[in-house]
């Protein structure tokens, strides 16, 4: 089974490497790094050959993990004097293929990266190296009543490094930010070998925000060495509110009655009835199996809020014709209401041989047409689809269900997604909420965004990277590609004098 | 030579201004005509002398959609502030980063140039955390559009951002969208005798306790603290708190916001201290007042630029001549050579001809 988001075709070349360049890299590397650090034989390099997009499978030529600061340069300059690419690790937890290798490239794992460096309980900050997981910094805090608010669904295992590369989410950005929010400064290392501080202790520094721009690059423009982040004051409360709405409109309609109010709920998710369904089998939350969605809104802050919030919350999904409302009555109830959010996944996993993770972000009020589309086209390609929402912020993750041994499946599939992206971007958004582009949404790239600004993506590159080195293909499709799946795109739609006037 | 300027007539016309001014841009580079971008002109005295032929934003104003519910705001760059926060008013909405003014003509694309923030900014987030797309025209005259107007967008890289407080080197901003926050139901500003070590250090332990902080100064011996939230959490704060709530303390964060205490009246050189906010005081002849719960201070006086800057870097942070002085020792902080080239890059991928607001931010 497939059991992350996705397949796709072969990326658009392959370019294997000789042996010998294999050989001249993989020594030039062991001059530098201990000899354990640089792997080259085929079945070493079996773990590195995808992160969590896994249909995309690729060893790379040759894949290196530095120790320090020292080690990275050396590598790098490897690179250059090589001219060999590199793609840089974390976890490989990414759904979009970010840090899917290069045949003829170097993997750059960062992997014993895995320090925290200091902890400031007054300044509230902790430096840490990039290896290091997202959850085990709020773990390391938790006794100073601090934590690192982004919370992605995988971050027991997701690395910072990777975070900062994909400006991460989770379930509570709509109140706490994503990544570029919760980062002070990023410590990295540019393709020449030059260490920069992006970002300061201080809460801006000088000249251009290069933070800002290096968040959410996906490796493109330079290595991180060491993030610092922002911890916050833990909420005294939290509480989940979850209801039942007899259709996915009135849903939405109460989602934006929560907001209309006033109030920025911590967490406001939405599941569908197969969701709901999927995730009840496998974890047994105690959702509403008859309700067509349920609603979960967590308040968090003092007691006093919570209280205030939560009464005003409810009394919102009652004014928009839920069926059936609870609130969490202690701690492990409210966590019991998030399992199922959390495993929608892997319930869906069980109830299907294959799925495939939509990341598309809208505004909220296209919801319920984005839904009744989604509808349409599941019954038009005749697969099903689950729908898991962050309903709060816009950014919906359908799940396509498939079985990639029916022949067609496959092919329909990445029709219906593709299909359900360009509407994403019709209505106003855009087609990644928070997964990145990678190479799994490389093609879209075309239809988000126009020549220029694509051009403009590649010039900003190379003021980072001339040689085009770091991660060279992954997120911004060149013009011929784009001009390649566009006519791919017209074909599909039968209109194959695409120069012909039409009227 | 007239420079250039945003119709004002009619809506039709105004549909050509973005060709136009494409045009007008693209005309210059050819002839390296340096352009100075103008919006209210009332941060002229921010950065390097503005000099070259003016560019007028001011004319192309006026909010495009502004769904509450959304919360996402897009307007167009020449959007007088004010009138963009009596629109938010209106549905007791607000920018959360608490912009400053510093005049009526105050515009919304002259803010995100500058990229000022008020006294939220520590616990609410910065003008850049707020801008969520930007469409642009670049050096070379191009219509670009970035980010967008939905609150999560990981599509590429984040230029929007980036254009905040780029002070119009690197594009002329026409219009832009935001991510904006209800207005909190309720505030109080809280006053604390403390001398400035303990004041910054209290800032900081309270900002590390679940407490609605929304601002947090000190200046002459007085820690002043603003909460903001639902009535009931302000309550039970302010009863933890303590200290004397102050009955004119919406006047005084908008008096600080605005520079109008008598601190900024003193018609001396004013610098800008960003440090890290636990940082200890940076010793001064001059008074100081400290904004940001330590994160921003403010210095009046005639100061050594280089002396100042060594040891401002010595503890994490970067000084900036905000108003006035001699700015031939550079107006900001300067930047790790390795920095500087990569500034220096990414100036010409966006203006290769070097026209946009030339010598502003650094000398390039």
Redesign the interface.
Known sequence: MLNHCGYHGPMEEKNIASAPKRLAVANALAASLPGTSVLADRESLKPYECDGLSAYRQPPMVAAIPANETEVAAALAVARRTATPVVARGSGTGLSGGALPLADGILLSMAKFDKIVSIDAVSRTARVQPGVRNLRISEAVAHLGLYYAPDPSSQIACSIGGNVAENSGGVHCLKYGLTVHNVLKVRAMTIDGDVVDLGSEALDSPGYDLLALVTGSEGLLAITLEVTVKLLAKPEAAQVVMASFPDVESAGDAVAGVIGAGIVPAGLEMMDRLATRAVEGFVNAGYDLEAAAILLAESDGTREEVAEETARMIEVMKANGCTRVACSANDAERLRFWSGRKAAFPAVGRISPDYYCIDGSIPRRSLALVLRRTEEMSVKYGLRCANVFHAGDGNLHPLILYDANVPGELARTEAFASELLELCIEVGGTITGEHGVGIEKINQMCTQFRPGELTQFHAIKAAFDPEGLLNPGKMVPTLHRCAEYGAMRVAGGKLPFPDLPRF | MGGFLAPTFLDSEMSDFIPQLCDHVRRSAEAKTRLRIRGGSTKDFYGGAPTGVAVEMGAYAGIIAY??????LTVKAGTRLSEVEAALAAE??MLAFEPPHFGEGATIGGTVAA?FSGPR??YA??A??FVLGARIV?GKG?????G????????????S??M???LGT?GILTELSFKV???P?AHVTLAFQLEAPQAV?QA??W??????LSAAAWQEGVLRVRLS?????V???TARLGGDAMRDGDAFWKDLREHRLPFFRAGLPLWRL??????APIPTPHAQLID?GG??RWVSGELDAVALRASVAAA???A?LFRGGDKSQGV?????P??A???K??K???DPAGILNHGR??DF
Do not use: C, M
């Open positions: 769904e509450p519910r959304e919360l996402v007791r909405q990229g900014r520590p987030g910065s850049r955390d670049n191009e219509d670009l559009s970035f967008g107007r939905v609150i999560k967008n990981v599509a590429g890289y984040d230029v951002r980036l905040t407080g780029a690197l926050l209800p207005r139901a250090e900081n332990l900002a590390g306790q679940p407490l609605p939230g639902a009535e009931s959490a309550k039970a704060a960003s440090l890290p906010q636990a940082a940001w994160g921003q994490g942070g970067h900036t900001f902080h300067p930047l790790q390795a920095l080239k990569i500034h890059r990414l010409e991928a966006f931010l650094y």
